[in-house]
């Protein structure tokens, strides 16, 4: 491992011809790094830039000047380029061994990290599947960063791992929960009146997993395993409703890979001790959902046809999701004794104009296939599909569209020929 300033470091002379430059999502973005190899882009020859859900300001749609995009995600700000990218689908389970087999285009990796007192240093905020990333670069540069929380487990990583270590910076991207809406607030009662007691719970980020944590304050003894945990977390815990105690595994630990929040919940993931970092070949693993006590994962959808499938990618032409841990966590509620997986969303568009529930998906991309879908929820009611015909299918999630759109909705059922009993 050798050190440089960052006034130092020349990207021009670290990368080859036709390099793929990597850096963790969300959090973990390095922005000082990621920020002077943008900078020197112009004099770089044929980079590429691989990226998942980012939410800073490092990705514009004029990149492509310099750059080849490679995209894992279309959410955050990577919307911004998805159009002149080109899209990698994935799911989260099978990202890592993807990445060590040099299916993904990566040579270069950036990261963040903190020195840990034993020894080591510490990625901090993400574990997900950083550390794949980090063992298949040729090069690994990391950037010093004392603001991040002393975490261990799969977020920590050997000097050996790092060849180059830049002196340091102390920013990091905050990720505050967005405020709910009076609808997604309704949609979210609807859903934690689903949700028992004692239960597992898996919740993403964004406005209704927002939304949702809020109508779960009164519940009792929930344990929390996702994939990313945002401030509400901290709410949680605080509130005594998260406990972690009736897990059948992990017990008395939240478990997730990345740490998507503010200053708040990284101090309360450092200092509790209560928060276990782990890789995705572990937090989106059916084989550990089947360990899960009563695990209901609660995820979102732009769109879902009466058959039941879900779209959660593309909306209006745009690609604005992923398919990432979505499929993982819908198998793993289903996988787990007394679960249950929820696809929850709106019943329309904020201007209620358009039905979420539509006739057909068309050309638009099945995310989630029909056969894999549990338990549907919007603010008119509940949907459970699993075990259902496909008449049946119809008519409950008609019971769970809004009123206003039920009407052509089963005409358009109807009129392509699809029997509705």
Same mark, same amino acid.
């Given at each position: 491992?050798?050190?440089?300033?960052?006034?130092?470091?020349?990207?021009?002379?670290?990368?080859?011809?036709?390099?793929?430059?990597?850096?963790?999502?969300?959090?973990?973005?390095?922005?000082?790094?990621?920020?002077?190899?943008?900078?020197?882009?112009?004099?770089?020859?044929?980079?590429?830039?691989?990226?998942?859900?980012?939410?800073?300001?490092?990705?514009?749609?004029?990149?492509?000047?310099?750059?080849?995009?490679?995209?894992?995600?279309?959410?955050?700000?990577?919307?911004?380029?998805?159009?002149?990218?080109?899209?990698?689908?994935?799911?989260?389970?099978?990202?890592?061994?993807?990445?060590?087999?040099?299916?993904?285009?990566?040579?270069?990796?950036?990261?963040?990290?903190?020195?840990?007192?034993?020894? =080591?240093?510490?990625? !901090? *905020? #993400? +574990? @997900?599947?950083?550390?794949? &990333?980090?063992? /298949?670069?040729?090069?690994?540069? %990391?950037?010093?960063?004392?603001?991040?929380?002393?975490?261990?487990?799969?977020?920590?990583?050997?000097?050996?791992?790092?060849?180059?270590?830049?002196?340091?910076?102390?920013?990091?991207?905050?990720?505050?929960?967005?405020?709910?809406?009076?609808?997604?607030?309704?949609?979210?009662?609807?859903?934690?009146?689903?949700?028992?007691?004692?239960?597992?719970?898996?919740?993403?980020?964004?406005?209704?997993?927002?939304?949702?944590?809020?109508?779960?304050?009164?519940?009792?003894?929930? =344990?929390?395993?996702? !994939? *990313? #945990? +945002? @401030?509400?977390?901290?709410? &949680?815990?605080? /509130?005594?409703?998260?406990?972690? %105690?009736?897990?059948?595994?992990?017990?008395?630990?939240?478990?997730?890979?990345?740490?998507?929040?503010?200053?708040?919940?990284?101090?309360?993931?450092?200092?509790?001790?209560?928060?276990?970092?782990?890789?995705?070949?572990?937090?989106?693993?059916?084989?550990?959902?089947?360990?899960?006590?009563?695990?209901?994962?609660?995820?979102?959808?732009?769109?879902?046809?009466?058959?039941?499938?879900?779209?959660?990618?593309?909306?209006?032409?745009?690609?604005?999701?992923?398919?990432?841990?979505?499929?993982?966590?819908?198998?793993?509620?289903?996988?787990?004794?007394?679960?249950?997986?929820?696809?929850?969303?709106?019943?329309?568009?904020?201007?209620?104009?358009?039905?979420?529930?539509?006739?057909?998906?068309?050309?638009?991309?099945?995310?989630?296939?029909?056969?894999?879908?549990?338990?549907?929820?919007?603010?008119?009611?509940?949907?459970?599909?699993?075990?259902?015909?496909?008449?049946?299918?119809?008519?409950?999630?008609?019971?769970?569209?809004?009123?206003?759109?039920?009407?052509?909705?089963?005409?358009?059922?109807?009129?392509?020929?699809?029997?509705?009993?």
């Amino acid at each position: 491992m050798r050190t440089i300033s960052l006034a130092q470091l020349q990207f021009v002379d670290l990368l080859d011809p036709g390099d793929v430059v990597a850096w963790p999502q969300g959090p973990g973005e390095p922005l000082a790094l990621t920020e002077r190899l943008v900078a020197q882009g112009a004099e770089l020859k044929n980079p590429g830039l691989l990226f998942a859900l980012t939410e800073s300001d490092t990705l514009r749609p004029e990149l492509r000047e310099h750059f080849r995009l490679f995209a894992l995600n279309g959410a955050g700000t990577s919307r911004r380029v998805t159009a002149v990218a080109e899209l990698i689908p994935y799911q989260l389970s099978d990202l890592c061994p993807m990445i060590r087999g040099g299916q993904l285009p990566m040579d270069v990796m950036l990261i963040q990290v903190r020195p840990l007192p034993q020894g =080591g240093y510490t990625l !901090g *905020v #993400v +574990s @997900d599947f950083t550390r794949a &990333l980090i063992q /298949r670069a040729r090069i690994v540069i %990391a950037l010093l960063n004392p603001a991040l929380p002393l975490m261990q487990g799969d977020c920590r990583v050997d000097a050996e791992d790092i060849d180059w270590l830049v002196d340091g910076d102390t920013r990091l991207i905050d990720m505050p929960d967005p405020q709910p809406t009076a609808l997604e607030r309704e949609v979210a009662r609807r859903v934690a009146e689903f949700v028992p007691d004692r239960a597992t719970v898996q919740l993403g980020i964004g406005t209704l997993p927002a939304a949702v944590a809020q109508a779960l304050h009164q519940h009792r003894e929930l =344990g929390v395993h996702s !994939g *990313v #945990v +945002s @401030d509400v977390l901290v709410d &949680l815990v605080e /509130r005594g409703v998260v406990t972690n %105690a009736h897990k059948g595994v992990d017990v008395g630990r939240t478990v997730t890979g990345g740490l998507f929040g503010t200053q708040r919940l990284r101090d309360f993931a450092e200092r509790s001790g209560l928060v276990e970092m782990r890789s995705v070949e572990y937090t989106h693993q059916v084989a550990t959902a089947k360990t899960l006590a009563r695990f209901h994962t609660i995820n979102s959808a732009i769109e879902m046809d009466l058959w039941g499938q879900a779209n959660s990618e593309v909306a209006g032409g745009r690609y604005l999701g992923a398919i990432g841990g979505l499929l993982d966590f819908v198998r793993a509620g289903t996988a787990s004794p007394g679960g249950h997986s929820i696809i929850a969303f709106s019943s329309t568009t904020p201007d209620g104009k358009h039905s979420r529930i539509v006739a057909s998906l068309g050309n638009r991309p099945v995310t989630v296939p029909r056969v894999e879908v549990d338990v549907v929820i919007t603010e008119q009611g509940v949907a459970q599909l699993r075990g259902c015909s496909l008449q049946e299918r119809a008519r409950r999630l008609l019971a769970i569209a809004h009123p206003d759109h039920r009407e052509a909705l089963a005409r358009g059922w109807r009129d392509a020929g699809h029997m509705n009993g």
